[in-house]
């Protein structure tokens, strides 16, 4: 019988759309898809961030949990071992990229 690694994956979508100059309607942009979960007020930083230059409004945030699956063999031959100091400075990383994208 084969054995399966498991794992909950969560990103959010953010649904985007732009005001032309002079344009009466929204035209909706391609959605901008971001690992794990992502407040509404980030969402719009994300937004006019990537679709700089353009007037654009955050139509939707939504969170995606998509549960996935690896047989164990399959696992242990593509994944590599990871020290415990080695997951406490990604941490650590990940903390300063978030307060250096609010304070931009």
Request: hydrophobic share 45%; proline share 2%.
């Amino acid at each position: 019988m084969a054995k399966f690694i498991t794992r909950t994956i969560v990103s959010t979508e953010i649904q985007v759309a732009e005001m032309p100059i002079g344009g009466s309607e929204f035209i909706q942009l391609a959605p901008i898809v971001k690992s794990g979960k992502v407040k509404a007020e980030k969402a719009v930083k994300i937004a006019q961030k990537h679709y700089a230059g353009k007037q654009v409004v955050v139509t939707a945030v939504n969170t995606l949990e998509e549960k996935r699956k690896m047989d164990e063999e399959m696992f242990m031959e593509l994944s590599e071992v990871v020290k415990e100091d080695e997951i406490v400075e990604e941490a650590d990383a990940e903390e300063v990229s978030e307060k250096e994208e609010v304070i931009a």
